[in-house]
Structures are given as C-alpha cells and as structure tokens.
Nanobody, 132 residues
Framework: QVQLVESGGGSVQSGGSLRLSCTAS????????MGWFRQAPGKEREAVAT????????YYADSVEGRFTFSEDNAEHTVSLQMTGLLPEDTAMYYCAAHPLLRRCETPIQSLGVADLQFAYWGQGTQVTVSS
C-alpha cells in the first residue's frame, strides 16, 4: 500500500525559510508524478508545485514561483520543497501527493483542470505558519 510521509513544516516569521520533505513508500512504478498542495482555512486546496521523479522539471503556481524550489532527493520517490521568502499568505496545511499519470506533472499547473489535481495518493499534511 502506497504511503506518503511528510516532514518539515513549522512556524516562521515573514521572510523566513522552511523545508518540507516527502517520501512515497511502496510506490509501484519507477517514476512518479508528485506534487505539493496546500489548503488554508476557509479556502480551497491549491497546487503549489509538481514534478515527475526521475529527472522531470518542476512546475510552480504563480504565487510561489521564484520563492519555492521543488526537487528530488537521492532516495527513490523522495522529494523536497524548499520555501524561502515566506509570507503570511503561505500559511496553510501542506500536503504531499502522488499520482500514476505522469502527464499531470508534465503540464504547467496553470493549465491543469480540477480533475487533474485529484491525485491518487496523499500524505497526512504538515502545517506551515508564517507570522507577520
């Protein structure tokens, strides 16, 4: 059974940095479409960044472009999200997700439809809080 385990998160002041990591265990395919999503209280869940493991290029939401970096780690199906220049509006629960259809992570986030953002596997989430 596929499990996504996230780590990192926490509380920082505006302008600070945090790093989130995620490992997908028991993933049945060599490559994975993996993404970070976030949901703030009272708001809809939104995609933050996506990548295809095994050498794919990351895609970012406009709101985080230039501040967040999504990358693969050495371990298989392990990814990290380095967040810099954090703003209070980045405060949210962050979720790692994975999906077997690589196309979803080979398309700019801005071009994805609602259905495309329904990934198959999800982590429990980790809280990020940015104070002003």
């Amino acid at each position: 059974q596929v499990q996504l385990v996230e780590s990192g998160g926490g509380s920082v002041q505006s302008g600070g940095s945090l790093r989130l990591s995620c490992t997908a265990s028991e993933y049945p395919y060599r490559r994975a479409c993996m993404g970070w999503f976030r949901q703030a209280p009272g708001k809809e869940r939104e995609a933050v960044a996506t990548i295809v493991t095994g050498g794919g290029s990351p895609y970012y939401a406009d709101s985080v472009e230039g501040r967040f970096t999504f990358s693969e780690d050495n371990a298989e199906h392990t990814v990290s999200l380095q967040m810099t220049g954090l703003l209070p509006e980045d405060t949210a629960m962050y979720y790692c997700a994975a999906h077997p259809l690589l196309r979803r992570c080979e398309t700019p986030i801005q071009s994805l439809g609602v259905a495309d953002l329904q990934f198959a596997y999800w982590g429990q989430g980790t809280q990020v809080t940015v104070s002003s």
